[in-house]
């Protein structure tokens, strides 16, 4: 099976930036995709990495290291609508399946 | 609107009763999956969909069927559902631009199998 970690929960201020990390072990790789989800909602697309280095999309980033089976979502000046379970999903290669970590919980306060 | 539907959004039922969820996509996607979230265990693909006529499993494909006929639509099936199959589930489908894929989800639907 593929083996996807990331942490559980996570906690910041208002404003402050947050590392969201993601480890995997997988047959093969053609992807890494992150992805927030709001209680209740549906996932909403954040990024997909599929080459290293560094994605920036406004307040987010993500940061692929193949070699390493590793990545991270960066989350700058976190607002309190951004508090939201954080998926990390890895697409395998050859069978284009799709498995995700469990999910970061991330919580904003003020 | 470009959007993913799923119908129905909520549904009781009993251990046994045959039920299908459908899923509609009015993107002109190609790829097309299912997933099932559970506490403390994530999202998991039960089956994914590479064009018409092409189905595969996923993960956790037991107890489930899907059918692929027309692009837009990628129904699951649950020919006798078990209480285990208590869950939120997620149609998804995915764009490509060259190597590059965005993936769409549905608004999720809830069973509860008694």
């Known amino acids: 099976g593929q083996n996807i970690d990331q942490p559980t929960e996570m906690t910041a201020t208002e404003g402050a930036i947050v590392q969201i990390n993601c480890t995997y072990q997988?047959?093969?790789?053609?992807?890494l995709f992150w992805y927030q989800q709001h209680a209740g909602e549906a996932p909403t697309f954040l990024s997909y990495?599929?080459?290293?280095g560094l994605e920036e999309k406004g307040r987010f980033s993500s940061f692929l290291s193949r070699s390493k089976g590793y990545s991270y979502l960066l989350l700058k000046e976190l607002q309190m609508k951004d508090s939201a379970s954080y998926l990390c999903?890895?697409?395998?290669?050859?069978?284009?399946?799709?498995?995700f970590g469990a999910g970061t919980t991330v919580t904003v306060r003020a | 609107e470009a959007q993913v539907t799923q119908n129905p959004r909520y549904l009781i039922t009993v251990t046994g009763k045959k039920l299908t969820v459908t899923c509609s996509q009015n993107?002109?996607?190609?790829?097309m999956s299912w997933y099932r979230q559970d506490p403390g265990l994530g999202l998991r693909q039960i089956y994914y969909?590479?064009?018409?006529?092409?189905?595969d499993k996923g993960d956790v494909p037991e107890g489930y069927k899907v059918s692929r006929k027309e692009k837009r639509n990628f129904p699951l099936i649950l020919e006798s559902p078990s209480p285990n199959q208590t869950s939120l589930y997620f149609c998804?489908?995915?764009?490509?631009?060259?190597?590059?894929?965005?993936?769409?989800f549905g608004p999720g639907t809830r069973l509860l199998v008694l």
């Open positions: 998804a489908s995915s764009l490509w631009e060259g190597e590059r894929e965005t993936q769409y």
């Open positions: 997988t047959s093969g790789f053609n992807g």
């Open positions: 990495n599929v080459l290293d």
């Open positions: 999903a890895v697409r395998v290669s050859n069978d284009y399946k799709l498995s």
């Open positions: 993107m002109n996607h190609e790829y």
């Open positions: 969909s590479m064009n018409v006529e092409v189905t």
